[in-house]
């Protein structure tokens, strides 16, 4: 990291830019919808398949409030800095990851699946998961297109995402209950999360900056 890009990352965060401009009213309401089904279901949890369900819900909430934090609504005030793509893009992702985490902390403490003999470790990678493939969507859909609220797209996606799962014949099951098929669902389930994070990585690759590397190389040469 050169000295330019830490002292711009530095005054945008001691100017609380990024989280003032971001859209967080679909993450709010995400969480929102996420405590009011724990509150509703978590009681009624009795053994490993009951609480697998309601974790699952709980995270695809979590994931469709995230998405919009890739909206334009957040970039605009990014897009000046003398800031890669991928540190601009980057700062909301991280903002992303921490809005899943911490309320999806609290959720494995309210349900406490382990007792019930559902791995904890196993529901986190669903979660990271489901949300690296919305914000794999947002952030594609933003590299490549015009849209200003890739959000939009990303949401019903990731719900098109969750019913092609719930299709998918047993050998392929990914929204497999605890017991036999488990561990093979949660090796594909780590294949999806590593093709999303690989998909969000190259939505990264700042379109200007690949031209400037040849551009030096040619002046290298001569």
Known sequence: MTVAIR???RELVMAGAVPRVTRWGPVALGWLLAGLVLA???????????????LRVVALLLALGVVSLLDDAAADVLAPAP????WRRGARLVLAAIAVAVPWI????????GQYGASVAALTLECAAVTAVGLAVAS???RWSDAVDPGLAAGPALIGAVLLALALPERWALLASPGAGWRDAHLRWA???GTALAAVAWSLRDPAGRPLAWLRLA???R
């Not at 800031?83 to 991928?86: G, I, K, N, R, T």
């Not at 609290?106 to 699946?113: F, K, M």
């Open 83 to 86: 800031l890669p793509l991928a």
């Open 140 to 142: 594609g859909v933003a």
């Open 191 to 193: 294949v999806l999360l």
């Open 40 to 54: 509703w279901r978590a009681d009624d949890v009795s053994d490993a398949g009951s609480a697998v369900l309601l």
């Open 7 to 9: 002292q711009v990352l």
């Open 106 to 113: 609290v959720a494995l403490l309210w349900v406490r699946p």
């Open 219 to 221: 002046r290298g040469r």
